[in-house]
T-cell receptor, first 113, second 115 residues
Framework: GDSVTQMEGPVTLSEEAFLTINCTYT??????LFWYVQYPGEGLQLLLK?????DKGSNKGFEATYRKETTSFHLEKGSVQVSDSAVYFC????????????FGTGTKLQVIP | DVKVTQSSRYLVKRTGEKVFLECVQD?????MFWYRQDPGLGLRLIYF???????EKGDIPEGYSVSREKKERFSLILESASTNQTSMYLC??????????????FGDGTRLSIL
């Protein structure tokens, strides 16, 4: 079946450090890929997306590139801030009759001053 | 902006009670979803609905039912609450996609404790 694998957290970084959160997927079709962010006490918010191979999604300084050859969609940010502390979820959506989303288990990021 | 509103942020109920979790969206979305979120397990789909009065089982429907009488409202029902249903419950909605890139929009969640 379809699945998303994320690196286990928590990830603890100092402010202004470089961030990478790994995400790989397996899918029977040709998925669209997403990163969601969940701040403490809130629901999930869409952070960025990519719908085809080699697309780069970007938002708020975060980037991720859809790599079909390695089935990956790693999240990166050049300089993290304390306000980026949250749980990050990688997800995929397949085309089809209904929109079933497959989520990874989430990676908690803690940024310390 | 899409607004998905869940009726309660925190809820405490007793074992055996019938529990209703309500979700309302304001963007005329066709699809609505209920997930539960547990540490180490991520999000798991309980039920979803792609139209009024339509419902489909997700990955973990046991012990739950749903109701969609109006397009904007999707209710999750715990028929007889048990302690293993203590969790964070998230509601989401999305458009029927003409393509493949329609994200889901989430509510803030209901943290449910069953004592």
């Amino acid at each position: 079946g379809d699945s998303v694998t994320q690196m286990e957290g928590p990830v603890t970084l100092s402010e202004e450090a470089f961030l990478t959160i790994n995400c790989t997927y397996t899918a029977t079709g040709y998925p669209s890929l997403f990163w969601y962010v969940q701040y403490p006490g809130e629901g999930l918010q869409l952070l960025l997306k990519a719908t085809k191979a080699d697309d780069k999604g970007s938002n708020k300084g975060f980037e991720a590139t859809y790599r079909k050859e390695t089935t990956s969609f790693h999240l990166e940010k050049g300089s993290v801030q304390v306000s980026d502390s949250a749980v990050y979820f990688c997800a995929l959506i397949l085309s089809g009759g209904y929109q079933k989303v497959t989520f990874g288990t989430g990676t908690k990021l803690q940024v310390i001053p | 902006d899409v607004k998905v509103t869940q009726s309660s942020r925190y809820l405490v109920k007793r074992t055996g009670e019938k529990v209703f979790l309500e979700c309302v969206q304001d963007m005329d979305h066709e699809n609505m979803f209920w997930y539960r979120q547990d540490p180490g397990l991520g999000l798991r789909l309980i039920y979803f609905s792609y139209d009024v009065k339509m419902k489909e089982k997700g990955d973990i429907p046991e012990g739950y039912s749903v109701s969609r009488e109006k397009k904007e409202r999707f209710s999750l029902i715990l028929e007889s609450a048990s302690t293993n249903q203590t969790s964070m419950y998230l509601c989401a909605s999305s458009l029927v996609p003409p393509g493949r890139n329609q994200p889901q929009h989430f509510g803030d969640g209901t943290r449910l404790s069953i004592l």
